[in-house]
């Protein structure tokens, strides 16, 4: 009983998702651009199937690549439009701006923003966060990385994030989740962590659950120098750290 309670509140949450991030948006542009009101039933079909393209890429682990762009990059970019639209709606409202203009603008801030998001999605950025705190010593120096997403991404962007830290003095490496997310990634092009000569602490993310056999691959991340700590800690230098994974389970 609980697990059909489970499983129709995903089904549910994922076909309300689908309308409101991936078909709401476009229909409301669609009105302001070319005056046409949104189908109910066209709307209803719409979000039913891309709600079975969704279940069926995160149930089935598929990993194929134009269905996991269009589920990932269709997302973001609905994500975006979603809260350009709403406020597009606001100023409609009080007849601020014509109905025509006002759409033009908003497809072209969906346009630029993603494109934004996108370049930005692409570039690696350091941030210095200093913690003080009397409980500790002796200084230490932590890098923490998460959401690498590798197959989504490819290898190369994990190579850009090491060789944008490997001149920084640091301890060791905290993983904090989403390291791998496609059942295609090749494990084999982990090897590239070998050139890091610290200590590499991993936790699962929820994306880790989404591929094919994660736990015999996750057993395998000790392999390439990655310790998974799950639901254990370790003291470094008067730090206690505490490794708790993701609570996703898989089917």
Not at 142 to 157: A, Q, Y
Not at 170 to 199: A, C, E, N, R, V
Not at 224 to 246: C, P
């Amino acid at each position: 009983m609980k697990k059909l309670y489970q499983d129709s509140t995903f089904y549910l949450v994922v076909f309300i998702v689908s309308y409101f991030i991936y078909i709401y948006p476009f229909e409301i542009l669609n009105d302001f651009l070319f005056n046409e009101k949104p189908n109910r039933r066209s709307s209803l079909l719409y979000s039913l199937f891309i709600s079975i393209l969704v279940i069926f890429y995160f149930r089935s682990k598929n990993t194929f690549l134009p269905l996991k762009f269009f589920i990932y990059e269709g997302m973001g970019i609905g994500f975006i439009s979603f809260w350009i639209i709403n406020i597009s709606l606001i100023v409609n409202y009080f007849k601020i701006i014509d109905k025509y203009t006002l759409g033009v603008l908003s497809l072209f801030l969906i346009i630029i923003i993603s494109l934004v998001g996108i370049l930005y999605g692409r570039l690696i950025f350091t941030k210095k966060i200093k913690i003080l705190s009397n409980k500790i010593k002796k200084q230490s120096n932590i890098i923490f990385i998460s959401d690498v997403h590798l197959g989504t991404n490819t290898i190369s962007h994990l190579q850009k994030i090491l060789d944008k830290i490997k001149n920084l003095k640091y301890d060791f490496i905290l993983i904090g989740g989403d390291l791998i997310d496609s059942s295609s990634f090749d494990l084999s092009k982990l090897s590239i962590f070998k050139q890091i000569s610290k200590p590499i602490y991993f936790v699962t993310g929820n994306h880790e659950y989404y591929i094919e056999n994660h736990r015999e691959k996750l057993n395998k991340l000790n392999q390439f120098g990655i310790i998974i700590l799950d639901k254990e800690n370790i003291h470094i230098n008067d730090i206690n750290i505490t490794g708790i994974n993701d609570k996703q389970t898989s089917k």
